[in-house]
């Protein structure tokens, strides 16, 4: 048994570490390093687009497994675990619910984002909707979440696992991984971190594969596991309480919508849409999507990630029920006394059991490799939430601070932006020590459910409703943020009670859960953006015009768009002339993407009616000829020569498909949702 101190909460672990386990994980990451140097050299890093989007060129596997690595961060490996071990199977719904999320993400949201040249989502809205605000608002809430959710709690069960396992000291562990870890973020860019993704993923499979065998062989199988689980009670309880005793509905999906712990109708309906949330609108994972070749490798990259998210109930949930059953006085406890001696936490002590089992359970060497894989997933979720959020710095923000800033200054500023997010990530880790809670799981996704359903809400109905306008989604993020924050703060001033001790929260606390609370803040914020929209005046029409004051045609009628700066090129011999009375092409395309921060320029509705009645056609000179009416997909591509150079290229590239890839796309995706739903009904 472990042995610790309340004050330090330091280990001892039971079982020394090897010379064996050292050179496995000096191995790993060494494989990470010259991964991620050789990724870093096949993509051009000196533009914006092979940083932030790693050229627009990756495959269908990589992103898949990217996807798949950035959601399972080491917080989740500990946490979907620890809440197994605590409370049975519900908590799989999280994971297989990501499987719509997905599909909506790669057949509705992609194209439209594709179609709308951008590379952030808040850039997204600022060009459906025009105006600055909401951009800057979603810039700064999502880096906002990123260190509060993301990296701190990465962080913590990143180090925890390690001072488990070690014995080291938190500090030193997580300082060491972040060096490495920043190290090729900084140096790499999106193409390091896809490439490193997919090695980790494979690790990370593998590992808990292995580890998830030989916890099932310690029980005698998975038919035991029911019977085991629900005999796993601690040696000391609280007297006249009921809190030590497995729930009896540990092995159903589906719960009590009043009396369940996660109950159906939140895990149905809140549930999806903090998916929609994190799949379709969150810059760590479209990011992600945006960097493929064409639509069918984003499609296909969907299709693997949502697999590999099946996995988890069988390698890490059901492993950490297996947990309780080996150690109940551990990973059980209930007694605030005997918890804060196991593990320094008085709440409880469900977040050591897959450490727990590691240190157990592994022989030496596949501990090495175990560890490993609990960096691996530490590191990727890291390196995928410090990109993304150098890019949303540096592209909404710093862009908007200095206008006139070069791709040379911009790749600078994101390189010191992630820098920053180191230092404060190590700055965090006492915070979240002193305040380490019971289920690190359900803090993560109940602070979520507080902040991201407005977010939800203003995306759906950009994309689906072309009546929608910017100040009807500016006051439905501001209602959703003062309900969301309401919420917050009475969570941190009545926290949940401990095992014995009567709830005396307030009725909005203790009978509303968080899953019921998401659904109602975005019906919230639906309704008032609705509102709002309605009782303002509409978006400008569709055709586009030059306003008074925009720029006539250059010398020699020479025209050009603004590329992805935001900047106006210089004439070149092949550019296209402005004849008397027809107006440029550009004027037509860019200006359906230019927001009020262009003055001068109407804006389109980027919407997927818009996008999608009209594809793009297959043109004689290979490039993609869209829709003659003036729409927004009207001339993407047209006039552009298919081997165009620079971040221009990037913004114009178009949706098409091949029509067999697309078909066998739509075939695996149908087939994903019958095995999705096979295992829904056998567990529920």
Excluded at 369 to 394: E, Q
């Amino acid at each position: 048994m472990m042995e610790g101190n309340s004050t330090a909460g330091s280990f001892t672990p039971s079982q020394q570490f090897s010379v064996a386990d050292l050179v496995v994980v000096v191995v790993y990451f060494s494989l990470n390093v010259a991964v991620g140097i050789w990724s870093s050299c096949r993509v051009n890093r000196n533009t914006v687009s092979g940083y932030f989007l790693a050229g627009r060129d990756m495959a269908w596997w990589p992103i898949g497994a990217s996807l798949f690595a950035s959601s399972e961060g080491s917080g989740l490996f500990i946490g979907l675990a620890g809440t197994g071990a605590a409370g049975g199977i519900a908590v799989t719904g999280f994971e297989w619910n990501a499987t719509y999320a997905l599909l909506a993400l790669a057949w509705v949201f992609v194209p439209v984002y594709i179609s709308s040249g951008i590379v952030t989502m808040p850039e997204y809205l600022q060009r459906r909707f025009g105006g600055e605000r909401i951009r800057m608002y979603l810039s700064g809430l999502s880096l906002l979440l990123s260190i509060f959710t993301k990296i701190s709690t990465d962080l913590y069960s990143g180090a925890l696992f390690v001072q488990v396992c070690l014995g080291w000291d938190l500090y030193l562990s997580t300082v060491l991984m972040l060096v490495v870890t920043g190290l090729y973020t900084i140096a790499g860019g999106l193409a390091a971190v896809i490439y490193t993704d997919a090695l980790q993923t494979l690790i990370m499979v593998l590992g808990a594969i292995v580890l998830a065998v030989k916890a099932f062989n310690e029980i005698g199988g998975y038919p035991n596991l029911e019977e085991a689980y629900l005999k796993a009670v601690p040696s000391k309880i609280v007297p006249n309480t009921t809190c030590h005793l497995p729930r009896a509905d540990a092995m159903h999906l589906f719960r009590d919508p009043v009396s369940g712990d996660l109950p159906w109708t939140g895990m149905t309906f809140g549930l999806s849409i903090m998916a929609t949330w994190y799949w379709c609108t969150d810059q760590v994972i479209v990011q992600r999507s945006l960097s493929a070749k064409s639509l069918s490798h984003a499609k296909a990259g969907s299709i693997l990630a949502s697999y590999l998210k099946m996995l988890p109930l069988f390698v890490i949930i059901m492993t950490g029920m297996i947990s309780r059953v080996l150690y109940p006085d551990t990973v059980a406890c209930v007694d605030p006394e005997e918890c804060t001696r196991v593990c320094g936490a008085a709440v409880g002590c469900s977040n050591i059991a897959y450490p727990k089992l590691v240190v157990e359970l592994m022989p030496s060497g596949l501990r090495g490799l175990m560890i490993a894989v609990m960096m691996a997933a530490l590191m990727s979720s890291l390196t995928s939430i410090f990109n993304s959020s150098s890019t949303l710095f540096t592209m909404d923000v710093w862009r908007k601070l200095r206008p006139g800033a070069g791709e040379r200054e911009l790749l600078l500023v994101g390189r010191v932006v992630t820098v920053v997010l180191v230092a404060l990530s190590v700055v965090w880790i006492p915070i979240l020590q002193s305040s380490s809670g019971g289920q690190l799981y359900v803090y993560i996704q109940a602070v979520t459910s507080y902040l991201a359903p407005p977010v939800t809400a203003v995306f759906v109905l950009a994309v689906f409703w072309p009546r929608a306008n910017e100040q009807g989604a500016f006051w439905g993020l501001m209602a959703g943020l003062g309900l969301g924050l309401a919420r917050m703060g009475l969570e941190l001033a009545h926290p949940a009670p401990r095992c014995g001790v009567p709830d005396r929260r307030p009725w909005l606390l203790a009978d509303i859960h968080y899953l019921h609370f998401a659904v109602l803040l975005c019906a919230a914020t639906g309704a008032v953006m609705v509102g709002g929209s309605l009782l303002t005046p509409p978006l400008p029409s569709a055709r586009v015009s030059r306003a008074p004051g925009t720029p006539h045609p250059g010398p020699h009628g020479c025209v050009h768009p603004p590329d992805l700066l935001g900047q106006r090129r210089r004439c070149h011999p092949g550019a296209p002339r402005a004849r008397p009375g027809v107006s440029p092409w550009w004027g037509l395309s860019w200006g359906c993407f230019l927001s009020k921060s262009h003055p001068g320029f109407q804006l389109k509705d980027l919407t997927w009616w818009t996008l999608s009645q009209k594809p793009p056609q297959p043109s004689v000179d290979h490039t993609s000829q869209g829709p003659l009416d003036g729409s927004c997909s009207a001339t993407l591509g047209r006039h552009q020569p298919s081997k165009a150079k620079g971040p221009l290229a990037v913004a114009l590239k178009d949706t098409t498909e091949p029509p067999f890839w697309a078909r066998v796309c739509g075939i695996n995706a149908v087939v994903l949702m019958c095995v999705n739903i096979f295992c829904y009904a056998y567990f529920a």
